[in-house]
């Protein structure tokens, strides 16, 4: 973070952080306004989600995962079903300085908190590897059973997909499974920065434990530790550990649910009455501060990370905004570079002067094609929003700069763009043009056809001789236009008898073809074929009829006619319905479409038949069995006021 080139969007992560040695920022380098940087906690802005497919994983890599946290835990962890004398913790701990660390509030069993929160973390991780998100117990509690499951399989989805960055703390529930992430404490720590540390959940007196397994996925440290049973103590009272613990709200009103930063310090227990669905950012040090000193040179920044080389930009697809003219390039002093992706810009720095310059759509080469390349089409204000929210460097770690026009400006043009990417990939969808139209599928490459024999050259015609009186000009025309004249005639020959030679090849082999098939005695319409034709399988559903029908009409055309109505009858394709016109390049015709309907009538028919006949089969084997009663005497009444048929006949 100490780079003061701007990251990674749309989350803008950039602020010139400075690390400080030995406790903070004193008064006189503050300028009075905080004796020393402290934890706070900034809440974040959850969009509604639409749908859950972001957060999505299969089940090979559940399984993996499952094997990677068993793996994580270590062998000292006994077993839930039998557990030992002396209890077993499971720790984990984060450092500030690497990672950027998220609690979210119980969910309680509320789906809809629980989708939008989810769908979150989800492009968050993606946007930002080095997100955590830590979840808050109780999940399910409050909820019906059905949201929960549904809860529960969500969170291990998500944790399967990102492994790490998906944590459970709190007490375990008796309905909550074992293949969660569950820890039963975490901490946050900021090392050499502070010695203060943030603690959620349950952390043991480190002085009492007698045995400990760490290892680590990828940021996230997880502890394994024993501590003897006689000697339970939390570790609350330590002077360096601020415990954050959540209840449920009670009222509509609260604090908590407020935009508003908190600052975390002081030795008592910081209770939030959040609702669900509430997230905030665990992060140290005020980075307005630090931004501003190492500006104006209060304190030394740190030396810049040497910037990997970046590719070049790709192909504009987007015509770029048409101004008045390009703005001159100002000194490297005046420019912000901005890396989006693999392509690094470089943009100026905000002013009275550039923001009219924006407006009036007058851009730097640089701006120009950062605005080609990202497509983007807008109004020329929302083109000066967007680049003055690009280049400014508190866009979320300041509530009162991330809720500026251009802040929320640039956050929402690359979040929408960031979701509508994540979605077409989850779902395999191509890329859609700028126009709306979306590119034509790859077509595969047709087979080379066979090699036409070589045109003879062409015989010059012979040139009429020149009028009397013409000159050398008509002459060298005229001798042109009868070269020309000859030799297209002599390449239409030779196309039209290349083109007779491959069709009569074809026809040949169809004809060879289906008499060996003939002479061998085979039936096409045998199921033993169906397996031997894995390399004419239709494999995709084509939702379009025109598509299905040039396909299945260039099989009819090749002579694999039977092949063809197998296919159709095993994948239960229906080419079209019989009552169309058809025209006269090849299309499907009335009679293939009736044959392939009472093959596939047939073969349903068939299949019935044999289902039907082992239900039968199944019946006669087992016999007929009448239904148990249960056992003991029962009391049938007769009526109001009337004793049992079995009082009475006492």
Known sequence: MSNPSVSLLPDNPSAHFTPVQGGGLGVEMSGGKRPDPQWKS??????????????????????????LWRKTLGPSVPSRHKPRADPVFVIGSLNEREVKGFVAAPLRGNRNAAQDVLGWAAVQIQMQPETYVVFAEPLTAGGSKADGEWIHRQIESLAAKYPGHIIVVGERELSTPYT?????????????????????????????????????????????????????????????????????????????????????????????????????????????????????????????????????????????????????????????????????????????????????????????????????????KIY???????????????????????????????????????????????????????????AAAPAAPPAAPVAPAPVPAPVPAPAPGATADAAADAAAKAAADAAAKAAADAAAKAAADAAAKAAADAAAKAAASKAAGTDNNDDEDEDNDDNNDIEERYEDDNQLNTLITQWWNEGNKQTLIKKCVKYGITPCTGTEKKDQKGKITKALTKAIKKLVAEKTLERAQQEEAIRTAAKQKKGFSPRRTRGGTRKIHLGKGKKTRKNRTQ
């Open 180 to 380: 969660l992430p569950i820890v039963d404490g975490i901490f946050f720590y900021s090392v050499p920065d502070s010695e203060k540390q943030i603690a959620f959940g349950y952390l043991p007196d480190p002085r009492l434990v007698y045995e400990r397994h760490t290892q680590a996925i990828e940021s996230l440290d997880i502890d394994t530790i024993r501590t003897p049973a006689a000697g339970l103590k939390r570790a609350d009272d330590s002077e360096d550990i601020i415990t954050v613990s959540f209840r449920k709200p009670s009222t509509a009103y609260s604090t908590d649910k407020e935009m508003k930063s908190q600052t975390l310090k002081g030795r008592h227990d910081h209770v939030w009455s959040a609702p669900p669905g509430w997230v905030s950012q665990i992060s140290f040090g005020d980075r307005a501060v630090s931004a501003r000193l190492a500006q104006e040179g209060g304190v030394p920044p740190a030396a810049a990370a040497p910037v990997a080389p970046v590719k070049p930009a790709a192909a504009p697809v987007a015509a770029a905004p048409q101004g008045s003219g390009l703005a001159p390039t100002p000194a490297d002093s005046e420019l912000h570079t901005v890396t989006l992706g693999d392509t690094a810009y470089k943009v100026r720095k905000v002013t009275d002067a550039v923001k009219a310059d924006w407006i009036a759509q007058k851009f730097t080469e640089d701006e120009k094609r950062l605005l080609e390349d990202q497509q983007l089409r807008y109004d020329t």
């Open 42 to 67: 900034t809440p974040v802005l959850i969009p509604v989600a639409q749908n859950s497919e972001n957060f999505r994983s299969t089940p090979t890599n559940v399984k993996r995962f499952h094997t």
């Open 384 to 442: 000066a929003l967007f680049l003055e929210g690009m280049v400014e460097e508190q866009c979320n770690t300041e509530s009162s700069t991330y809720n500026t026009p251009a802040c929320g400006v640039f956050r929402y043009i690359m979040a929408d763009r960031m979701y509508q990417k994540l979605k077409q990939r989850n779902r395999g969808v191509a890329n859609v043009k700028v126009d709306g139209a979306s590119p034509a599928p790859a």
